[in-house]
């Protein structure tokens, strides 16, 4: 879910993940044989939370209102 709307799924195997394997604030693209992370964010990240699980509809509600309480001043301060 990003911004409340539901996003596209891929087929995933269960496992653990290590840190090399997560990409933040890019795109990783893997078309060949060497991947590589494009189209950077360009901006900031706050936070990033990653849980084992996916949360349901009620948990992902209340973890959107915490960090929107949590970050009220942040957001407040960004320009339009």
Do not use: C, M, N
């Amino acid at each position: 879910v990003l911004d409340g709307v539901p996003q596209g799924e891929r087929p995933r195997k269960g496992g653990a993940i290590s840190l090399a394997e997560l990409t933040v604030g890019a795109r990783w693209h893997d078309q060949g044989t060497k991947g590589e992370a494009r189209s950077f964010l360009p901006g900031d990240l706050a936070e990033v939370l990653i849980y084992s699980r996916v949360l349901a509809e009620k948990e992902a509600t209340a973890v959107h209102e915490y960090l929107a309480a949590k970050h009220a001043k942040l957001a407040a301060s960004l320009p339009p």
